[in-house]
């Protein structure tokens, strides 16, 4: 991985400088609404004082818009720091790389990769980030998964976080499936779907650690050492145990894909504190280089 110290000194030369007039900004949204806030409270006691009783019942109205008007603002302010800091981020990491902030993947890859076993009745993403290491295409984004509890009769979210895909070009041929042994019982009917057609689980990996937290399930017959490399699987289970994140995976043939569990929105940006955070940024930072190390292992080792 990129070396973090060499970040931290683009973050000080480079994106501190930008993060600074959002900060500003941060400050004159929070002096407005704090201006806002008491004009409101003294018109509010102003009105009341009359004691006259149908004006007084009319006081949500100005509250409603104030509210609705701080909202907007909020908004704005939010919508504008995270392309700013991607952008920045990926200008250190590799200036060829695309980003666009609306953008994500689309649905039919998500299917084909066959982690999760829901076809998510809502399907929603941003922040879709494309290039290219060597001869290998990846693309990543975050998204959100929702899907009908049976039990509840209501959506439930399946999954909130980063989904990556990369195409190795190799030419492997078959499914494998990778996910946290911890949430075996919410993959049972992928289990059942591989060993229905004399697929099996992968009980070693020559990585003890690994084999530890995931379970594999594989067809029967391929040629899986090829594709599931040594460095894949460091990388994959030394990124797990120093995050603490689920971290799921897939091969259908020679795609991979990889979503990593996020329930916190890494960039979302804070009207009420600072945003001046390094480590937060870093963290961000540290997802964006597993998944291009990844893709530098398996270029360089095919």
Partial sequence: MED??????????????????????????????????????????????????????????????????????????????????????????????????KDFISKDTFLRSG????????????????????????????????????????????????????????????????IPRSEWQFFIPIMKEYTKYGGYELKNTGNAVFDKEFIIYLDRDIHYREILTPELITAINQYHINSGKKVYASFYNSHFYMAINEPQNLLEASVLHSNLNFELIAAYYRELTLFTQIVKDFDITH
């Fill in 115 to 178: 982690i999760f076993p829901i076809n998510p009745e809502l399907y929603y993403g941003e922040d879709y980030i494309m290039g290219k290491i060597g001869e290998i295409f990846f693309e990543m984004c975050e998204l959100e998964l929702y899907h009908t509890n049976k039990v509840k009769g209501k959506l439930d979210k399946w999954f909130e976080g980063i989904f990556f895909h990369a195409n190795f070009n190799t030419t492997f041929k078959g499914r494998i499936v990778m």
């Fill in 4 to 101: 973090i110290g060499k970040f931290r000194r683009f973050y000080n030369d480079q994106m501190h400088g930008k993060l600074m007039v959002f900060e500003r900004q941060r400050k004159q949204l929070l002096a407005l609404m704090f201006l806002g806030t008491v004009l409101m409270l003294l018109l509010t006691i102003f009105v009341l004082n009359l004691d006259m009783f149908a004006l007084s019942i009319f006081l949500f109205v100005p509250w409603f818009f104030l509210f609705r008007f701080y909202q907007h603002r909020s908004d704005i302010f939010k919508s504008g720091f995270k392309p700013i800091v991607v952008s920045s981020i990926l200008e250190f990491m590799d200036s060829s790389l695309t980003y666009y902030h």
